[in-house]
Each structure stands twice: as structure tokens, then as C-alpha cells.
T-cell receptor, first 110, second 115 residues
Framework: QKEVEQNSGPLSVPEGAIASLNCTYS??????FFWYRQYSGKSPELIMF????GDKEDGRFTAQLNKASQYVSLLIRDSQPSDSATYLC??????????FGGGTRVLVKP | DGGITQSPKYLFRKEGQNVTLSCEQN?????MYWYRQDPGQGLRLIYY???????QKGDIAEGYSVSREKKESFPLTVTSAQKNPTAFYLC??????????????FGPGTRLTVL
């Protein structure tokens, strides 16, 4: 049973719109949550991390965490074609291991 | 330049061969990790190490071995016991072992193909 779930997509978004990505996790003891962006054929790149309930903003990206409902989301405002990639959600529970979701593929159409 | 390097970028293995993938970091990070990624899937943890001369199995360690003789280096050997080794292999490191943050940063990856 997967511990971190993401919709595989593709999520098709018009240029300039908001892309909304969701991630749910099963371990209530999870402490920290990470979003990575991965372009095709490349390695993942850390975009944001969050560990407190609520919103965290960094430029065009906003991470939202709701521990009671066990989900974390990523909003991409003013989406650009360069945002087209796969976005991986990762969750850290006790210990130092991250558990990754399968990723959501995002396509931003000009 | 600080960062994580992996070599080679592409690797071809014949059936029955052992191969070793290199991972080096000059970020002075304590912890290092090896992941495997199959097409269209997320990352699965193979092995990780929080300190020199110590490492732990991840979720899919069978058919793989590692060593951590130096803080900067964490090589992965894919043995002949690994029946389906064709995948994208990613090495990562993180600065603080044992804390809640544990941001992991990735190297460029090695793409292994079995002929």
C-alpha cells in the first residue's frame, strides 16, 4: 500500500493560470513535507518544504499543509511553460527517510 | 563548485555483471542516499547512510550493496542478484541527519541499462 499518493495527471493548465497539486499521506507521525520538480530525464530539484500547518509562500509557489486531513498541496501561480514538469511530493516521518509519491505531471499550454 | 556528482551518466551492464555507480559530494553533508526511479514512477529508497562506516537498508535493498568509507563518497554496487536493474539511479545528500528538516539534494543521476 502506497504511503504517499498523488494524482499522476497530466494536469493541463493554461499559461498564466494557477496549477493546484495535491498529495495525501498515511502516516500521522509525518513531520516534514517536500515538493520537488523533475524535468524529463533530469534529477529532482527541491522547490519548497513545509512542516507547520498553514501556508508557506515562495515566489510563485505556495505550499499548504493540513495535518488533520493528512494532505499537502502546491499551488503554482501565473503558470509558465517552463513549469511543465513532474512534481514529486515527499514526506518525512520518524527517522531520516523520505517517502515519495509517484508524482503529478503538469503541462502548461501557451 | 559545490554539489553532488554522479558517474557515469550512462552505464550498460551485461547479464551477470556487477557494476558500481559513483556518488561524491563536497557539501559537507552528513547523510547520503541512493534511490531508484523506474519510468513514470516515484523514487524508491535503496540504501542510506547518516555517518561514515554506517548505513541502513531502504525499501528495496536486495541485490544492491554500498559502502561509506569517506564522508564525501557513497558508491552503490548493483550486483548480479538484482534481477531487474534497468532504471534511473539517483544519489542524494542532506546536511543534517536526525532533524526534522532533512532537505535532500540530488545529483544528476546515472541511467543503467542491462543489455
Amino acid at each position: 500500500q502506497k504511503e504517499v499518493e498523488q494524482n499522476s495527471g497530466p494536469l493541463s493548465v493554461p499559461e498564466g493560470a494557477i496549477a493546484s497539486l495535491n498529495c495525501t499521506y498515511s502516516d500521522r507521525g509525518s513531520q516534514s513535507f517536500f515538493w520537488y520538480r523533475q524535468y524529463s530525464g533530469k534529477s529532482p530539484e527541491l522547490i519548497m518544504f513545509i512542516y507547520s500547518n498553514g501556508d508557506k509562500e515562495d515566489g510563485r509557489f505556495t505550499a499548504q499543509l493540513n495535518k488533520a486531513s493528512q494532505y499537502v498541496s502546491l499551488l503554482i501561480r501565473d503558470s509558465q511553460p517552463s513549469d511543465s514538469a513532474t512534481y514529486l511530493c515527499a514526506v518525512k516521518a520518524a527517522g531520516n527517510k523520505l517517502t515519495f509519491g509517484g508524482g503529478t505531471r503538469v503541462l502548461v499550454k501557451p | 563548485d559545490g554539489g553532488i556528482t554522479q558517474s557515469p551518466k550512462y552505464l550498460f551492464r551485461k547479464e551477470g555483471q556487477n557494476v558500481t555507480l559513483s556518488c561524491e559530494q563536497n557539501l559537507n553533508h552528513d547523510a547520503m542516499y541512493w534511490y531508484r526511479q523506474d519510468p513514470g514512477q516515484g523514487l524508491r529508497l535503496i540504501y542510506y547512510s547518516q555517518i561514515v562506516n554506517d548505513f541502513q537498508k531502504g525499501d528495496i535493498a536486495e541485490g544492491y550493496s554500498v559502502s561509506r568509507e569517506k564522508k564525501e563518497s557513497f558508491p552503490l554496487t548493483v550486483t548480479s542478484a538484482q534481477k531487474n536493474p534497468t532504471a534511473f539511479y539517483l544519489c542524494a545528500s542532506s546536511p543534517l541527519a536526525g532533524t526534522r528538516y532533512n532537505e535532500q539534494f540530488f545529483g544528476p543521476g546515472t541511467r543503467l541499462t542491462v543489455l
